[in-house]
């Protein structure tokens, strides 16, 4: 037992591991602001176009004859809630490969000259010379 707790302490404390919980936890913050701005701005915008001022979940659930309803606005909302959130998941992937790229496309600097190669260089300049 002790060895398996060994072995889940090394890979919860891995770099990956860290990375993920960390993109879980801001994950779900940023769930929460898509969705207040989905439920709080949005919808009231698109409900007062459905006839009344309410919520566009509010207004487009349908009752149904066997009891019930078609609540197809909630589905709006989990649709737009996505939309945003996969454009935003989108443009972050985008910064940090582009990130990325300009850093492995650097080339680079050329290393410096070592001692032998400078004595070599001013040899064949020597030699340049005496043929002139």
Do not use: W, Y
């Amino acid at each position: 037992m002790k060895k398996f707790l060994q072995e889940f302490k090394v890979f919860a404390m891995r770099g990956n591991v860290m990375d993920l919980a960390v993109g879980v936890i801001i994950g779900g913050a940023f769930s929460a602001i898509t969705t207040s701005l989905i439920d709080d701005i949005i919808n009231p915008i698109l409900g007062m176009f459905a006839g009344d001022g309410t919520a566009l979940a509010e207004s487009l659930a349908f009752h149904l004859p066997g009891g019930g309803e078609l609540m197809l606005g909630s589905f709006l909302n989990a649709v737009l809630n996505f939309i945003i959130m996969a454009f935003v998941v989108f443009c972050l992937v985008k910064v940090i490969n582009r990130i990325f790229r300009k850093k492995e496309e650097a080339p680079p600097p050329p290393p410096a000259p070592s001692a032998e190669e400078k004595l070599l260089t001013e040899i064949r300049d020597l030699l340049k010379a005496q043929q002139k």
